[in-house]
């Protein structure tokens, strides 16, 4: 009986622990889609913007010149076409689709790829046009045609005061494709809305799409690589038609922008991942038509899976081992206990030897536990070191946009001293901003754990440098208020950064979650006589007054369970408390939560 006792013991345990590596590899393979999401937004961002500067410095290069204005303005076809042709021939080699003349009434004046089609009126099929030539203001993004949807950029035209019409030049969605493939290698899918595929594109173009493997509400643009790389699907077409199927269509319908992991088995019996990313489209009238469906290759899951299989493996060898160890112990007890019932002293002295070993062996599982636990904490602030990582695309695309814009104004022969400073002093503030990055952050994470002397202001903007870049790209504004009143406290300053954190996180996500429009945080810091107060608030419109008493709880969280354990505001107020020797308050104010950390000088 003792022994199934012990048994049972053992499986448990070893169910607890299995269940706390699986929670860790899913917290994991959580972050790394979600990194991926954002990833893939931003390389989009990175190549929408290249885009739009090649566009503007066309229009001011190529076409906003006076001989041209001019020949617009006398409404002369012949002549405007021959002072473009050449410029466009050239511009049709990297990548423009069209350039197209409107008259002010929408009625076309000159399509340089198709000069016979004109005088047709495009106030019912082009948005853009209308748009441009009502408010005079130019405007810029995906719009459909007749054939497939482009990335227009429309813009007025004036000569002097008068003005005489609008331009249009585009890129085919193609070549939008093609450069984030290039770039980023990876593999697109363009995904049609089926109702905007029937209503807009001409019957005899709809041979160039096929209904997606994806969904069947969405139709697939069919590219030059089309047959190759379908030979190649065959496998994910199994899993859509199988396992995703309805995982997809719930997706597409909750959630606006996600990702998720596929496993591709090959003929050897091997395996790797790949990271499938939907990223919803809009078209220049913010009215959704499809995705963007990006697949990657991805070594990380294959990392941690490897990971999660071999501490699986570890553990269950480690607790066979102990328990055969214990069971041998057992069954020697009771052998002697039948072969010298007449020692009982020692007997006992046995047993209670055993019991003792016992005792030591469950201390040293849970022991191992708290380990679990310890190493839980580290991979999340591994995880925030890649979150940051990933904020360092911006600068890198700031950089990467001077670049080409010099490069290209270089080949047009519309460079001068004035833009060389520009586009340098760009490169050179971006560049200082990646290194003063680094560190800040390498400070944060190797700075001594001692206990010393440390200004509360340069701590707190040491923290908001840390923090500014994931609050900017959530597009969160960041307000201060620091009193100029020099502040020294001695104190874990790794303590006090974490607390920040945490709560400008958690007010972040609920910001994010709310979707507030205009979001803020403030961070303020105040002196008094025998403490000093930091002040972080929000207006994510506050905490709902039956949940105000239970946040610090352990284990408590608004979040769905996929996205925290509860465990963050917990030991926020156990650092301020028990480390700190300080408290944590929380209230709601006319906007949002408020959170006082008070700490005693």
Not at 251 to 279: A, C, P, R, W, Y
Not at 409 to 418: P, S
Not at 541 to 569: C, R, S
Request: hydrophobic share 40%; glycine share 2%; aromatic share 12%.
């Amino acid at each position: 009986m003792k022994k199934f006792y012990i048994i049972c013991t053992f499986i448990i345990i070893t169910f607890i622990t299995f269940s706390l590596l699986s929670k860790t590899y899913n917290n994991k393979k959580r972050n790394i889609l979600e990194n991926a999401t954002n990833t893939v937004m931003a390389q989009y961002n990175t190549i929408f913007d290249s885009f739009d500067t090649l566009a503007n410095t066309v229009f001011f290069g190529y076409i906003n010149r006076p001989e041209i204005l001019n020949s617009f303005e006398n409404r002369n076809r012949e002549q405007l076409y021959n002072l473009l042709k050449k410029d466009y021939d050239y511009l049709t080699s990297i990548n423009f689709n069209q350039v197209h003349f409107h008259l002010p009434n929408n009625y076309s004046f000159l399509r340089m790829h198709k000069p016979s089609l004109h005088s047709d009126d495009l106030s019912d099929i082009r948005f853009s046009v209308k748009y441009v030539n009502r408010y005079k203001r130019p405007i810029n993004g995906i719009e459909m045609g007749r054939i497939v949807p482009g990335f227009r950029y429309v813009y007025p035209l004036y000569k002097e005061e008068k003005y005489l019409g609008s331009i249009e030049t585009s890129f085919s969605i193609n070549a939008f494709i093609n450069r984030l493939e290039k770039v980023y290698n990876v593999h697109v899918h363009f995904l049609l809305d089926k109702e905007v595929f029937n209503k807009k594109i001409f019957d005899i173009f709809k041979g160039y799409y096929e209904t997606s493997i994806e969904s069947k509400n969405y139709i697939l643009l069919k590219r030059e690589n089309f047959y190759k790389k379908r030979n190649e699907e065959k496998n994910i077409i199994k899993q859509y038609e199988s396992s995703l199927k309805s995982f997809i269509e719930d997706s597409i319908k909750n959630k606006d922008n996600f990702s998720f992991e596929m496993q591709i088995f090959t003929e050897d019996g091997q395996h790797f991942h790949k990271i499938v990313t939907f990223l919803e489209l809009f078209n220049i009238q913010k009215e959704k038509i499809g995705y963007f469906v990006v697949y990657q290759n991805n070594n990380e899951l294959n990392d941690i899976e490897k990971q999660l299989n071999e501490n699986y493996l570890i553990f269950s060898l480690i607790y066979f081992l102990i328990l055969a160890y214990i069971l041998k112990e057992v069954s020697t007890k009771k052998q002697l206990e039948e072969k010298v019932f007449f020692k009982t002293k020692e007997l006992n002295e046995l047993n209670q030897s055993l019991e003792n070993r016992i005792q030591e062996e469950v201390e040293k599982s849970l022991k191992q536990e708290e380990q679990l636990y310890q190493y839980e904490k580290m991979a999340q602030m591994g995880e925030m070191i890649g979150n940051i990582a990933h904020q360092w695309r911006q600068p890198l695309t700031a950089i990467s946009v001077a670049s080409s814009g010099l490069k290209l104004a270089d080949e047009l022969n519309i460079l001068d001293k004035h833009e060389i400073k520009n586009y340098a002093n760009v490169i050179i503030k971006n560049t200082n901003y990646l290194s003063n990055t680094i560190d800040i952050f390498r400070d944060y994470t190797f700075k001594n754990s001692n206990i010393k002397d440390v200004i509360i202001q340069d701590l707190i903007y040491e923290t908001i440098d840390i923090l500014s870049a994931t609050l900017k790209n959530e597009k969160i504004k960041l307000i201060t208020d620091i009193t100029d009143e020099l502040i020294i406290k001695n104190l874990l300053a790794n303590d006090l950064i974490q607390a920040i954190i945490n709560i400008v996180n958690n007010a972040k996500d609920a910001l994010l979650i709310n979707k507030i429009e205009a979001p803020w945080i403030k961070i303020s810091l105040l002196k008094k006589e025998k403490f000093f107060t930091i002040i972080i608030e929000d207006n994510a419109n506050g905490i709902e007054k039956e949940i105000m008493p239970k946040i610090f709880d352990p284990y408590f969280t608004t979040k769905h369970q996929a996205q925290g354990v509860g465990l963050g505001l917990h030991l926020t107020r156990k650092a301020i408390v028990n480390r700190l020797k300080g408290s944590l308050e929380v209230n709601n104010s006319i906007n949002g939560a408020i959170f006082y950390i008070n700490i005693p000088l």
